[in-house]
């Protein structure tokens, strides 16, 4: 693919990247495959003051589609949120590591509410939060892009609704197209091949943050329900093995640390295929810091109050 490379400095919020501005609420529909990268975007999703989340959609990635759903009930419920719509995605294949992949970092938690019935799947969700929705919609994909393919084939004018996908995964087409994109690869360039501008932030060479040991420690001294989350998905000692090694990195957070502070990215490379958007370099010790800041905060408007019993059975040490 012939690429035109341009270096873009992020040098305003409002000036380069319009619809982020701190002033204005961005509103997203969130794409997840649930692994534990994505539990922690979720946790760092209801600390972002200028974000509004509309819907939430799982998919067949690092988890199952059903096992993501009853994950992010319970964090829904552990962090005493008002159930945002939720939806199911369909099943693409079962890798040999699924099993393990369902339950690592969930062993602490009780077994999640029996929904009282059959949970609506992703493109009814999907469809109706873009079509109920009067503000531009920001689509966040973390796991494949299975879901919103799916809505593109059956109506392509939703595409009218949505101002960006930012996506973690690589263009089908590339050298590098990553897990998520090749987990579907023909929903990866249904979507790369839309009209919908593209933001990919799959990092590559120094990009990634290790999320180490370290960092994790730090975590688990702020005394707020979100930092609490990640401190228990992550206090499983198969979790804390991986702390140092590249299956332990500060992946799928990316994106909604840049969607807080777009200021961190200090380039991107854009090519001519498509309105796409690559993630190149950021200021890593800022978004460490940025991290942590969000943690700290307890978002009232979402995540309304712990009540004594809705974390009981999770108590923090």
Not at 5 to 11: D, F
Not at 70 to 76: A, L, S
Not at 229 to 239: E, K, M, Q, S
């Given at each position: 693919?012939?690429?035109k490379?341009?270096?873009?400095?992020?040098?305003g919020t409002?000036?380069?990247f319009?619809?982020?501005s701190?002033?204005?609420?961005?509103?997203?529909?969130?794409?997840?495959?649930?692994?534990?990268?994505?539990a922690r975007?979720l946790?760092?999703?209801?600390?972002?003051?200028?974000?509004q989340?509309k819907?939430?959609v799982?998919?067949?990635?690092?988890?199952?589609?059903?096992?993501g759903y009853?994950?992010?009930?319970?964090?829904?419920r552990?962090m005493?949120?008002t159930?945002?719509?939720?939806?199911?995605?369909?099943?693409?294949?079962?890798?040999?590591?699924r099993?393990?992949?369902n339950?690592?970092?969930?062993?602490?938690?009780?077994?999640?509410?029996?929904?009282?019935?059959?949970?609506?799947?992703?493109?009814t969700?999907?469809?109706s939060?873009?079509?109920?929705?009067?503000?531009?919609?920001?689509?966040?994909?973390?796991?494949?892009?299975?879901n919103?393919a799916?809505?593109?084939?059956?109506?392509?004018?939703?595409?009218?609704?949505?101002t960006?996908?930012?996506?973690?995964?690589?263009?089908p087409?590339?050298k590098?197209p990553?897990?998520?994109t090749l987990r579907?690869?023909?929903?990866?360039?249904?979507?790369?091949?839309?009209?919908i501008p593209v933001w990919?932030?799959?990092?590559?060479?120094?990009?990634?943050?290790?999320?180490d040991?370290?960092?994790?420690?730090?975590?688990d001294?702020?005394?707020?329900?979100a930092?609490?989350?990640?401190?228990?998905?992550?206090?499983?000692?198969?979790?804390?093995k991986?702390?140092?090694?590249?299956?332990?990195?500060?992946?799928d957070?990316?994106?909604?640390?840049?969607?807080?502070?777009?200021?961190?990215?200090?380039?991107?490379?854009r090519t001519?295929k498509?309105?796409m958007?690559?993630?190149?370099?950021w200021?890593?010790?800022?978004a460490?810091?940025?991290?942590l800041?969000l943690?700290?905060?307890?978002?009232?408007?979402?995540?309304?109050?712990?009540?004594?019993?809705?974390g009981?059975?999770?108590?923090?040490?």
């Open positions: 693919m012939l690429k490379l341009v270096q873009i400095l992020i040098i409002i000036i380069i319009p619809g982020f701190q002033k204005s609420p961005t509103t997203v529909i969130l794409d997840t495959d649930m692994g534990l990268d994505d975007a946790a760092l999703l209801f600390c972002s003051p200028n974000i989340i819907a939430v799982t998919s067949d990635g690092s988890s199952s589609p059903e096992a009853e994950n992010v009930q319970r964090i829904f552990y005493n949120i159930p945002i719509p939720t939806g199911i995605g369909g099943p693409i294949n079962t890798p040999p590591w099993e393990k992949s339950t690592l970092g969930w062993t602490q938690w009780p077994p999640p509410d029996q929904p009282k019935k059959k949970p609506p799947r992703a493109m969700i999907i469809e939060a873009l079509n109920h929705e009067k503000q531009p919609v920001t689509y966040i994909c973390l796991g494949p892009l299975t919103l799916e809505v593109i084939q059956k109506d392509r004018n939703i595409l009218k609704h949505v960006r996908v930012l996506y973690f995964g690589n263009a087409d590339s590098n990553a897990w998520n579907d690869i023909k929903a990866a360039t249904l979507v790369f091949e839309s009209s990919s932030f799959a990092p590559s060479g120094d990009n990634p943050i290790p999320f040991k370290s960092l994790y420690d730090r975590i001294k702020i005394n707020t329900p930092a609490w989350l990640i401190a228990l998905t992550h206090r499983d000692p198969r979790v804390q991986q702390f140092g090694t590249k299956h332990s990195m500060i992946w957070e990316t994106i909604i640390l840049y969607l807080n502070k777009p200021e961190l990215v200090a380039s991107m490379e001519d498509n309105p958007f690559r993630f190149t370099a200021d890593k010790k800022k460490v810091k940025l991290y800041d943690l700290k905060n307890d978002r009232p408007s979402i995540v309304k109050s712990m009540e004594p019993s809705s009981q059975d999770l108590q923090h040490d």
